[in-house]
């Protein structure tokens, strides 16, 4: 039942490759709706083809918002997720459309649907440089154990290769004795601020999700991810998200000529099943998530149907 209280927001989440980018245009076409992003490497411009970013002909007139928007050297928190999509879906609201939050990034669905308040941090420059310069030395995965040490639950969200994640917990934790997890617990609302409804997409079964994901991988090779990932790969010391990032740092070793094409393409396919499995992991726990198989073939319109009923459309 809808909430007249409060804005009506639809989520779409989901793996990578599952179909989230033609089924959301879709239903924001049927419901009236604008796309908002929810992906944390969509806002990089130039970035493209590795971060499956929608063309203008997919979006097929859908206004999309927070995507495209930031030079790939600057840094974008979960924190500055929330306040721009607050922004945004606020004036989607005000003109009298639906909001159509979608992506395959968990932590910034969640985060923003349950409206957490982000304190603002005072930052130490010489601890963040020595722990730095500690993940230099000690290697990412050191610096993950140490974190699932101090914070085991925050740690099991956060991927060891994410060092830029792994730093910030940890700079928390030293300069303030709270851990990610209990700085998360306390920003919450006693109630969440919208009315939302997430749907997320999935295939039944496991085995077509990765054949999905090695079409996604191969058509990303056709379409000129290799001239994207040698930019990142030339920037890296400038561009460090995007060259952390699933789709970039799989080339690198072929750019370096330490491996051939062939077997970066079948790493890059492993790194995306890898993916696509935690970003499950996410969702599914996530609480009054509605599941949709994209292989059903009246998908968009039961979608449509589920939505209505519940914001009374």
Known sequence: MADWDKMPVVAVGGPTASGKTAFSVQLAKRLGGEVVCADSMQIYKGLDVGTAKATKEEMEGVPHHLMDFLPPEETFSVADFVEAANREVQAITGRGRLPVLVGGTGLYIESFLNGVRFAEQKTDPALR?????????????????????????????????????????????????????????????????????????????????YRRIDVRVDRMLEAGILEEAKMVWENRERYRTAAQAIGYKEFFPYFEGTADLAACTDKLKQASRNYAKRQLTWFRRMENVIWLDPGNGQLVERAEKLVREHFGL
């Open 129 to 209: 440089e020595r722990l730095e310069k500690e993940a230099g030395e000690l290697g990412a995965q050191a610096m993950h154990r140490r974190l699932a040490a101090i914070d085991p639950d925050y740690a099991a969200t956060v991927h060891p290769n994410n060092v830029g994640r792994v730093i910030r917990a940890l700079e928390l934790y030293y300069s303030s004795g709270k851990t990610m997890s209990r700085q998360r617990a306390e920003s919450l609302p006693e109630t969440p601020p919208f009315d939302s409804m997430v749907l997320c997409l999935a295939p039944a079964e496991r085995s077509e999700l």
